[in-house]
């Protein structure tokens, strides 16, 4: 059948030129315009099992409906094949023996993927996938009570049979040891953080989300991210806390060497959700995928057509997954940075910068100030009847940032706070979060020149599209607000010059030698 749909004469639209790509569980069959996707009669028991007509027919239906949610372009519908497998007509429903779910054609050049490995992925695309994320998962269907998918016992099951998996397969004692100790961390994690597994699986956050965000399942298409190839195959890989779908693509950048990307997604994802409890279970997250990763490598090192340098290249792939995941078991000592400064000193570009190079989440209180009304970051307040900047607002708005960085700080995460802070009470509430579980703090006092803190005020507004909503007169009520350190506070304190060259190197530097990171 794959062979005969080679011919033109098969389709019932032009075709400029055929090519048949095959993963383990499909074939893609590419004409040109449009591409189609035909299921292979497999069974693999609970896993998936496509072994009839009927079932590849209803899988094919389920594919088109789910990740018509995110890629509705991409997705045109499901097609029927008639005839038989030596004159296949597609698009035929007139004595059906197959079915294909049928797209629209897009270049692999373009999937984010290859955009990585060239170096032209960017922060554009990233944020647009990362917004659309965030508003599929909160619009996504929520588990319902009495089901167990994505609890701590599935969880548990399915990591059982990950590990089980990979270690039938594994021949080095060395290897076999490494498996052990995963094992051991990711039980102990399970009973560690059995509450945390409850409580989100209780409140809702188990969805029906995509289940495989990686950068192979994002493309740019007519110049937008668009996610595809999500799991219709199997509900409990699908029904996932929305964490555990974030984590995949996080796991994924870093196993790419892209940290800094992984860090401004995990933080532009948290800005826009508010869910920063998910940073909990983050770590277990990311270690599952990549112990997922790892699993597929063993698989394809077993196939017994590979050649014997693919087979050593797959087991460097397996061996870098293990050791991923490991870093994820590690347990590191984070800090609190806290940022202080007028509107236009430059804090919210710096410390995003920042948290990009060293890690670690950013909390805005342009942000978190506004959502605790009910607003969306970047919606304008000034004419919604309501002052969220009166003093007992902004009493709440530090009160939840410094909710926040204890959370954040006990889930082994550094803070970085972009926030004026003019008031000694209001650092001192956030340096409590940190000196209460003995970890170490930095205050940077960002500042520039009064023309400097006007002229980027002022290019702000006519720019748009930013969470802070800080003009010229706030500027001045802030500079007569701001309550000098004293020398208790000068002990964690540094200062920078937003107007220097090379000032987010500076910065750096000297978070890495004041808090002696690495």
């Known amino acids: ?59 094919c239906e389920q594919e088109v409906r789910l990740n018509r949610r995110l890629a509705p372009n991409l997705y045109l ?81 399915i990591l059982e049979r990950e590990f089980e998996l ?7 004692g060395a290897d076999q040891r490494r498996l052990e100790h995963l094992r051991t961390w990711v039980a102990e994690a399970l009973e560690r953080l059995a509450g945390e597994f409850d409580r989100r699986h209780r409140e ?45 693509l996080l796991m994924d950048l870093e196993a790419r060497g892209e ?25 277990f997250y990311k270690l599952y995928r990549a112990l997922v990763r790892a699993k597929v490598a063993m698989l394809r090192y077993h196939n017994p057509e590979l050649h014997p340098v693919d087979r050593q290249a797959i087991m460097a792939d397996y061996r870098r997954y293990i050791t991923l995941a490991e870093q994820y078991a ?65 009493g709440q708005t530090y009160r939840r940032l410094a909710r926040l960085s204890g959370i954040l700080l006990e889930a082994g995460f550094p803070v970085c706070i972009d926030a004026t802070c003019l008031k000694r009470e209001q650092r001192e509430l956030l340096r409590h979060q940190a000196e209460g579980r003995g970890l170490p703090i930095l205050m940077v006092s960002f500042e520039a020149d009064e023309e400097t803190l006007r002229g980027r005020i002022i290019k702000r507004a006519q720019r748009g599209g930013d969470p802070s909503e800080a003009g010229l007169a706030v500027l001045e009520r802030q500079q007569r607000d701001f309550e000098v350190f004293d020398d208790d506070e000068r002990l964690h304190l540094v200062h920078l010059d937003t107007t220097a060259d090379n000032a987010n190197l500076t910065l750096v530097g000297l978070i890495q030698e004041r808090l002696r990171l690495q």
């Open 77 to 157: 519908g499901v097609v029927a094949l008639s005839g038989d497998a030596r004159q296949p007509r597609v698009n035929d429903d007139s004595a059906p023996f197959e079915y294909a779910v049928k797209m629209r054609q897009f270049s692999n050049r373009h999937l984010f993927s290859h955009l990585q490995a060239s170096g032209e992925l960017s922060l554009e695309l990233l944020d647009d996938l990362i917004d659309q994320l965030v508003a599929f998962h909160e619009g996504a269907e929520r588990l319902h009570a009495e089901n167990d998918h994505g609890s701590r016992d599935a969880l548990q099951a």
């Open 204 to 248: 809702g956050y188990v969805r029906e989300t995509h289940g495989d965000v990686h950068l192979g399942n994002a493309v740019q298409h007519e110049g937008q991210a668009l996610l595809f190839d999500g799991i219709e195959f199997n509900d409990e890989l699908r029904w996932n806390d929305v964490g555990s779908d974030l984590a995949f």
């Open 330 to 394: 590690e347990f590191n000592f984070p800090y609190l940075v806290i940022g202080v400064g007028v509107s236009g000193s430059g804090k919210s570009r710096f410390t995003g910068e920042m948290v990009q190079r060293l890690g670690g989440i950013r909390l805005r209180s342009d942000v978190e100030r506004k959502r605790l009304f009910g607003f969306d970051p970047q919606a304008a307040t000034d004419r919604a009847g309501v002052d969220i900047y009166s003093a007992e607002a902004t």
């Open 166 to 172: 990979i270690e039938a397969r594994l021949s080095s």
């Open 259 to 283: 940290r800094a990307f992984a860090n401004h997604a995990l933080n532009r994802y948290l800005e826009l959700s508010g869910d920063h409890t998910l940073v909990r279970l983050l770590p």
């Open 1 to 59: 059948m794959i062979d005969a749909l080679k011919d033109p004469a098969c389709y019932d639209h032009p075709v400029t030129a055929i090519e048949v790509f095959e993963t383990h569980i499909s074939w893609i069959v590419l004409t040109g315009d449009f591409a189609y996707k035909i299921k292979k009669p497999l069974d693999y028991g609970s896993f998936l099992d496509f072994s009839t007509r009927e079932k590849r027919q209803r899988f």
